[in-house]
């Protein structure tokens, strides 16, 4: 015991001296974000992981001298990886592959090792993805690519300039600049939905068509869409309580309240990952709308550890994991009510909180009832405004977002400096570093908030009008470099009535003998499933939904693919499952368009299809007018002259090329995910035994 004193005094001592290097923890009186801050920047790696890994398996037949659009065709402004090709003077295949692959390798780290996520970093993943994003063009226009751009940026803001495993005082502001991107995201998607006037969406009858109509659907969707009708009216309903009303819970002081908005925002992104596959989106999403919780909803690696440990024993040890998850899920559900009434009424400090959640809920179900008709008039459900009163809405939903917004950002900034100028547990200069430090970190956030209000009011334009020009100024300086941008997911139902399919065939005549080109994902074979490929984006087969939804005149790109598979590019036809014409390409392409259905329960094939149309005519290599057609849309721009010898850059990016090329896309990336979260299962003697080594 006097050894324990004496050590006590001579820390206090040291302290009082003037000691820098120690660590001090938080004041007991703020609630701790680090482990919130581990998460999102953790999430952030893993998302940037698979976005470079999945771009780099599809580089050659997107932006190759031989692919769809060539990159060197493009004309971007400012910084993008051809300016790194022309400092570095390589060309600019090797060059962009080279940085994708760099992109992995520190995505790569990053996610492995806590010590190497700081501010740098992340700057450096942003710049690199903002490098191809400049010419990536058509096949980079997703809403998810402008969303980790600015993500990206904000993980700069949040993470540490040097390594360090305590928080620090302007973890909660930076947090809040990303939990204030997250219901910027997520109210837009809900109210666009209403402001499209899409009679589906307004008719409630979006989700019979969703599951069908989505890009790249997955097997759950076939039978999440034999569903009854009034599972989908529910649905709908669900998404619009999701996505409108639940984000305002991010700014409720009750850290209960604000759990229950960010875990329905969790299982509105679970549910669309189960059903679609949109590659890293939904991981991305998850991870920006966790920084609305305090670190006691998430778990610590140490309870990870503890419940995986078994893997480590091998074989038998995964399997003793997987046979107890649904009992410990059963018995969650079972003691939940008694977990309730011990936390509530028999636990005073739990009382509050959980009341608080039950009246939230009472009163979104009392909101639903009566906006959607709940259960009355003998219809599952109805909305029961119209578009005037949704305007009412907007216009004052949207200034009290923006005033509580303001409200919530002042809190904040006022809490970090009032913490860092009552803790006692740290000396002088020290507190003036931190207090310099929220200063900074606070100018930044207020500015990104700023310049977030004109995407913002875009639901609104009379609140718009009224914002200050220089606001309005400030944003579209910045507008170049994606620092906050305008969101709306799902704006409109499409595939009302059945998805329009585009099919490429060829033949050796113009008239028949007709072969179908099937491609990897999409649908195309009536007796192939729907795939699985998350966290994968084929950014061709998306494109090619996009392309059936219009005509080849607003998708030039797919002529120049029908041009390039008729010159038998293999950068091309990389992209391409089955090649009809394996030995020789043939002498004429045309597309045709169909509607394809899901089947019926009951029926052999996973789709069926109505006839083709006409999307384009028989095009053949000879014909004047498809070079016209190229030549307009600057499709057939030679490219920059290669050197006779390739250097170190090139030999290196054909030798990384060469060693994934039999490597099916979605197997590289999730082995280079799963590589990536090695290191984490270190802790639990994670043997080579488990693989069968």
């Given at each position: ?113 806590p ?50 495993k ?109 059903t679609?596959?949109?590659n ?59 977990k ?12 509050l ?28 459900a109805s909305?029961?405004?119209?578009y ?78 009224k ?65 699985v ?18 005509s ?5 790109w ?22 009809p ?7 004429f ?105």
């Amino acid at each position: 015991m006097g050894v324990k004193v004496m050590d006590e005094t001579q820390e206090t001592q040291k302290t009082k001296k003037g000691d820098l290097t120690r660590r001090v923890e938080p004041p007991p009186s703020c609630p701790s974000s680090s482990r919130v801050k581990n998460w999102f920047l953790c999430l952030m790696a893993l998302c940037h992981l698979a976005a470079f890994a999945s771009l780099y398996t599809q580089w050659p037949g997107l932006y190759g001298i031989g692919g769809v659009m060539p990159a060197h065709q493009a004309s971007p402004r400012g910084f993008s990886v051809k300016t790194i090709a022309q400092v570095l003077d390589t060309p600019l295949q090797a060059t962009a592959e080279m940085v994708c692959v760099l992109g992995v390798v520190v995505a790569g780290l990053l996610t492995a090792f806590p010590a190497m996520r700081v501010s740098p970093a992340y700057a450096l993943l942003g710049g690199l993805y903002f490098s191809v994003y400049q010419v990536g063009r058509t096949f980079m226009w997703f809403q998810w690519d402008i969303l980790l751009l600015e993500a990206t940026f904000l993980s700069v803001l949040v993470a540490p300039l040097f390594p360090n495993k305590s928080g620090s005082p302007q973890d909660s502001i930076s947090l809040w600049v990303v939990r204030w991107l997250s219901f910027r995201l997520m109210f837009a998607s809900g109210v666009v939905k209403l402001t499209s006037n899409c009679p589906a969406w307004w008719g409630l009858t979006a989700m019979n068509w969703h599951y069908e109509s989505q890009c790249v659907p997955t097997p759950l969707a076939w039978y999440a869409h034999q569903t009854p009708d009034c599972i989908h009216q529910l649905e709908t309903v669900g998404a619009y309580l999701i996505e409108i009303i639940f984000p305002f819970l991010f700014f409720v002081p009750v850290p209960a309240i604000r759990a229950l908005g960010v875990y329905a925002q969790v299982f509105l992104m679970m549910a669309i990952m189960l059903t679609g596959n949109y590659n890293f989106f939904n991981i991305l999403t998850c991870a920006l709308c966790i920084t609305s919780l305090d670190d006691s909803h998430l778990p610590a690696a140490s309870t990870l550890i503890k419940y995986l440990s078994p893997i480590s024993n091998g074989g038998l040890g995964a399997l003793a994991v997987l046979v107890k998850l649904p009992w410990r899920i059963l018995k969650s559900v079972v003691m939940a009510p008694v977990k309730f009434v011990k936390n509530t009424w028999m636990n005073p400090k739990g009382c509050l909180p959980t009341l608080s959640v039950l009246l939230t809920l009472f009163g979104s179900g009392y909101l639903l009832r009566t906006l959607f008709n709940l259960g009355q008039d003998g219809k599952c459900a109805s909305i029961t405004f119209g578009y005037s009163e949704l305007q009412w809405f907007l216009s004052h939903a949207v200034p009290c977002s923006i005033v509580l917004g303001v409200m919530s950002l002042c809190g904040t900034v006022v809490v970090a400096m009032v913490t860092v100028v009552t803790n006692n547990n740290t000396t002088r200069w020290r507190k003036l570093g931190e207090l310099v430090q929220v200063y900074l970190v606070s100018c930044v956030a207020i500015s990104l908030f700023a310049i977030s209000l004109n995407p913002l009011t875009e639901l609104d334009k009379e609140t718009q009008n009224k914002l200050p020009l220089s606001v309005q100024t400030l944003y579209h300086r910045s507008q170049p470099y994606h620092l906050t941008n305008s969101y709306g997911l799902f704006r409109s139902m499409t595939g009302v009535g059945g998805r329009p399919e585009v099919v490429i065939e060829g033949s050796d005549v113009s008239k028949g003998g007709w072969k179908e080109y099937e491609f990897f994902y999409k649908p195309g074979n009536l007796k192939r499933a729907p795939p699985v490929v998350i966290p994968h984006q084929p950014r061709l087969d998306w494109q090619m939904w996009f392309a059936a939804l219009g005509s080849y005149d607003y998708n030039p790109w797919i002529i120049h693919m029908a041009y390039q598979m008729l010159s038998n590019s293999t950068d091309t036809l990389s992209l391409i499952k089955h090649n009809p014409f394996p030995d020789r390409p043939p002498k004429f392409i045309r597309a045709v368009k169909y509607t394809y259905h899901y089947t019926k329960l009951g029926e052999a094939d996973w789709w069926t299809r109505d006839s083709p149309e006409e999307y384009f005519p028989p095009i053949a290599l000879y014909q004047p007018t498809l070079k016209e057609f190229l030549e307009y849309h600057g499709f057939l721009t030679s490219p920059p002259p290669s050197p006779n010898t390739p250097g170190q850059l090139e030999l290196l990016a054909s030798g990384f090329r060469a060693a994934i090329s039999r490597c099916d896309s979605v197997v590289f990336i999730w082995t280079v995910c799963l590589a990536a979260m090695l290191p984490h299962f270190k802790a639990m003697r994670f043997r080579f035994s488990l693989f069968g080594i």
